[in-house]
């Protein structure tokens, strides 16, 4: 089956940066969308917020808090997709999850097809 692997979190002072990388198992094909979502420390990860979406037409969410600060990015050839994360915040302390909507993985002989696919999580603690 398919997983996607995040990695990238960790503990940096109050405006530094970090940057997350989220990369499938699996070649990924297609995809509605993928994106960063993060919630609380022992919270469940469905009732988190969205960070930042990128659709198939490429078109991108922000929350309003991270405009300007956070950016989603995507590179086939690396089979990843990454948040670039600025200027970090004591309020943006969290677990960050990775999800791909309506995905679409190579595999033998029949692709994967998943209609929601969340990672593990990684933790990101911004403190002094």
């Known amino acids: 089956q398919v997983q996607l692997v995040e990695s990238g979190g960790g503990l940096v002072q109050p405006g530094g940066s970090l940057n997350l990388s989220c990369t499938p198992t699996?070649?990924?094909?297609?995809?509605?969308?993928l994106g960063w979502y993060r919630q609380a420390p022992g919270e469940q990860r469905e009732a988190g917020e969205a960070?930042?979406?990128?659709?198939?037409?490429?078109?991108?969410y922000y929350l309003d808090s991270v405009k300007g600060r956070f950016t989603i990015s995507k590179d086939n050839a690396r089979n990843s997709v990454f948040l670039q994360m600025n200027n970090l915040k004591p309020e943006d302390t969290a677990v960050y999850y990775c999800?791909?909507?309506?995905?679409?993985?190579?595999?033998?002989?029949?692709?994967?097809?998943?209609?929601?696919?969340w990672g593990q999580g990684t933790l990101v603690n911004v403190s002094s």
């Open positions: 699996r070649r990924i094909l297609g995809a509605d969308s």
């Open positions: 999800k791909a909507q309506r995905a679409v993985f190579a595999n033998t002989p029949v692709e994967l097809r998943y209609s929601v696919l």
């Open positions: 960070v930042a979406i990128m659709s198939d037409d490429k078109t991108t």
